[in-house]
């Protein structure tokens, strides 16, 4: 369907039962490569959205889409990033997830890891009312993650699309009306 990822499905079926992207939105994609998910929101977002990705390694251009090269987690990057977007973001969204090691529980233990350097991303650069999604794995270390953002947002609630895997331990975590400061 001419979507650079897979994953892109992840997100319109979460988008399709959340509505979390609508027109004119200032959107945040933290590990945007290969761009599927920055597709999507440029997509849903216009007109006059602005969809803002950032990722280690090059993303090819993406109409509606703006790619910063460089690392979310550098010191500067909320800056870049607030600057690039006009603004304070409306969504952070994070399918990243650390690099397979076929031990389960390290692999959970990253990309945990991952997911709570994005909220805290997100939270210096979301307008109050703003939501977060963010890839977790299942097994059992994702309570710190949950209690800070049910302190932060009004609502947090677990999504397993339908396009991930039924065998896959991957889910997302949506928190909406982020409550600032």
Same mark, same amino acid.
């Given at each position: ?29 933290? /590990? ?37 090269? /460089? ?80 302190? /932060? ?27 600032? /400061?």
């Amino acid at each position: 369907m001419g979507y650079r990822s897979r994953a892109a499905f992840k997100l319109i079926q979460l988008d399709d039962k959340l509505k979390l992207l609508t027109p004119g939105a200032r959107v945040v994609d933290l /590990g945007a490569a290969p761009g599927g998910w920055s597709q999507v929101a440029a997509a849903r977002c216009a007109p006059g959205g602005t969809v803002v990705g950032i990722d280690l390694l090059p993303v090819e251009p993406i109409a509606g889409a703006v790619f910063l090269e /460089g690392d979310f987690l550098a010191e500067d990057a909320p800056v870049r990033l607030e600057a690039a977007l006009g603004g304070p973001a409306d969504v952070v969204l994070s399918d990243m997830a650390a690099p397979a090691t076929g031990h389960a529980k390290t692999d959970h233990l990253r990309t945990m890891a991952l997911a709570e350097a994005a909220l805290e991303f997100a939270e210096a650069v979301l307008a109050p009312g703003g939501a977060f999604v963010a890839k977790v794995l299942q097994g059992g270390s994702e309570r710190a993650l949950l209690e800070r953002l049910k302190r /932060g947002f009004a609502k947090v609630r677990h999504v397993k699309p339908p396009a991930s895997r039924k065998e896959s331990a991957e889910l997302y975590v949506v928190a909406t009306g982020f409550k600032g /400061g």
